[in-house]
T-cell receptor, first 114, second 111 residues
Framework: DADVTQTPRNRITKTGKRIMLECSQTKGHDRMYWYRQDPGLGLRLIYYSFDVKDINKGEISDGYSVSRQAQAKFSLSLESAIPNQTALYFC?????????????FGPGTRLLVL | AQSVTQPDIHITVSEGASLELRCNYSYGATPYLFWYVQSPGQGLQLLLKYFSGDTLVQGIKGFEAEFKRSQSSFNLRKPSVHWSDAAEYFCAVGGNEKLTFGTGTRLTIIP
């Protein structure tokens, strides 16, 4: 089984709809991250969480919210989806041991907003 | 602020030829540096990382990278590419709890 899973893998939604992307991990890591990937822009950080009670905004958090339901689960919500949120979304995890920030990525969720 | 520049958007090499992908970073202290690979339709896989010590690091799939502090670079190399190396490659810098990624280099392999 994969260490970092994302559901759904693909999603089509309409403008104005609220949707949730989910991420689960079995690596036992305390840190979790949400990124979006757009062609030519690389990966940009949306939100990150260093433990269940710690949530931080990344560089492009507007229009998104997150929930850290448990150490192993980190959800990303689009409150009112818009077409420019069409992208590939990745969840990642890392271990806070030392300061060695090796991040492990899920397979991604491809989102299309019509 | 930390940043990463990958100056080559797209590189094409012949199978069996050598490869070098460029990465330049900006970071205020000793950086942690990473190379990830993304195959079509897949997530990101860690190829190698540099934290400290030997500036030449070995990774998976026959890749290596060299940290050059004087040039703020962390270029990825492979002596002989295989068709399966066709993918997108991302360099990343971290150290203050977050990673900053470059915009990626797409590698195409021709027979």
């Amino acid at each position: 089984d994969a260490d970092v899973t994302q559901t759904p893998r693909n999603r089509i939604t309409k403008t104005g709809k609220r949707i949730m992307l989910e991420c689960s991990q079995t690596k036992g890591h305390d840190r979790m991250y949400w990124y979006r990937q757009d062609p030519g822009l690389g990966l940009r950080l949306i939100y990150y969480s260093f433990d269940v009670k710690d949530i931080n905004k990344g560089e492009i958090s507007d229009g998104y919210s997150v929930s850290r339901q448990a150490q192993a689960k980190f959800s990303l919500s689009l409150e009112s989806a818009i077409p420019n949120q069409t992208a590939l979304y990745f969840c990642a995890t890392s271990d806070s041991w030392g300061r060695q920030e090796t991040q492990y990525f899920g397979p991604g969720t491809r989102l299309l907003v019509l | 602020a930390q940043s990463v520049t990958q100056p080559d958007i797209h590189i094409t090499v012949s199978e069996g030829a050598s490869l070098e992908l460029r990465c330049n970073y900006s970071y205020g202290a000793t950086p942690y540096l990473f190379w990830y690979v993304q195959s079509p339709g897949q997530g990101l896989q860690l190829l190698l990382k540099y934290f400290s010590g030997d500036t030449l690091v070995q990774g998976i799939k026959g890749f290596e990278a060299e940290f050059k502090r004087s040039q703020s670079s962390f270029n990825l190399r492979k002596p002989s590419v295989h068709w399966s190396d066709a993918a997108e490659y991302f360099c990343a810098v971290g150290g203050n709890e977050k990673l900053t990624f470059g915009t990626g280099t797409r590698l195409t392999i021709i027979p």
